[in-house]
């Protein structure tokens, strides 16, 4: 089992960055499928952004593609986000999510979640 604690949420002014940290617990780490996802008020949660394990690739939500960086630093068990070029409809929380499966965008799925981080973009 794995723990997430997700850092770096606040408020930035539209066109700023900010990024995101998602801190594992598990050693094994490097195992699990990541995925960032976030839920605006009122709205479902969605996917924005993963890391699959089986052939190492990235891929994003085509609202953030270009604009946000999904990245990890396997000695700190950490995924970030890099979030650039920042709209008022990016404000959400953020959540990373992790599982040994791969289920791609697919939010109702993945087993191991945070707890979630604020980000609010100002306009």
């Known amino acids: 089992q794995v723990q997430l604690a997700e850092s770096g949420g606040g408020l930035v002014q539209a066109g700023g960055s900010l990024r995101l940290s998602c801190t594992a617990s598990?050693?094994?780490?490097?195992?699990?499928?990541m995925g960032w996802f976030r839920q605006a008020p009122g709205k479902e949660r969605e996917f924005v952004a993963g890391?699959?394990?089986?052939?190492?690739?990235?891929y994003y939500v085509d609202s953030v593609k270009g604009r946000f960086t999904i990245s990890e630093d396997h000695a700190k068990n950490t995924v970030y986000l890099q979030m650039n070029s920042v709209k008022p409809e990016d404000t959400a929380v953020y959540y990373c999510?992790?599982?040994?499966?791969?289920?791609?965008?697919?939010?109702?799925?993945?087993?191991?979640w945070g707890q979630g981080t604020q980000v609010t973009v100002s306009s």
């Open positions: 999510a992790a599982d040994y499966r791969d289920y791609g965008n697919d939010t109702r799925k993945y087993n191991y």
């Open positions: 890391i699959r394990r089986s052939d190492g690739n990235t």
């Open positions: 598990s050693g094994f780490f490097m195992l699990y499928n």
